[in-house]
C-alpha cells in the first residue's frame, strides 16, 4: 500500500497577496517557481502509481518544475469555486460580511457563470478524487499537484472528517505533505515539507 503526496503548488502574485484564486489562472512568481524546483530531491525518490494535477496552470507548471512526470489533468482537482470572492481578499470581504467564514458559509454567485462552492461540493469533487486514489495505492504512491483550499477538503475526508474540518490544516504553497496509513487507519504523516 502506498503513500498519499499531496504538492501545494508555488507562490502566485495572489497568494501573496491573499487574494481568493480559483480560476484566475496566475502564473507562478519567480520564487514560486524556485519552490517548485525545489521540490523535486523530495519528489525524486519515489515511484508513482498515479500522478494527477490540477487543470490550471500553476499546478501544471509545478507538476513539471518538480520533476513530476505523466502527470494526468483530473479537473476535479480544481480549486474552490469562490464565485463573488475571487480575486477578493479575506480582510475586504468582512468589511461587507464580518462574520463571513469560508469552511462554514461558501461563497456567492459570481459573473460569467461562476456559481461559487459550498464545503459540501467540495468535499464531494475531494471524494471523487480519493476513490481514483484508492484504487492506486495498492500499486504504489499516488501523488496529487494542486491548490490550498482543496488539498485541505481532501485531507480533511481522508481522514474520516467533515469537508469544513480542512480550516484545520494550514497549507503553505510550495509544500509536500503526505498522508500514509497506521494500523489500518489514514494519519498524516508529514505536513508543509519543504527541502
Known sequence: MGDLLLVRHGE????????????TDLPLTEHGEGQAKSLAPLLSQRTYALALTSPLGRAIRTAELAGITGAVVDPDLHEWDYGAYEGVTTVEIHRTRPGWDLWTDGVPPGPGGRPGESPEQIGRRADRVLSRVDAALPDGDVILVAHGHFLRVLTARRLGLAPA???????????????STEHGRPVIAEWNTRP
Open 165 to 179: 474540518d480542512g480550516r484545520l490544516f494550514q497549507l503553505a504553497t510550495g509544500t509536500v505533505s503526505r498522508l
Open 12 to 23: 502566485t502574485e495572489w497568494s501573496v497577496s491573499g487574494q481568493h484564486t480559483s480560476f
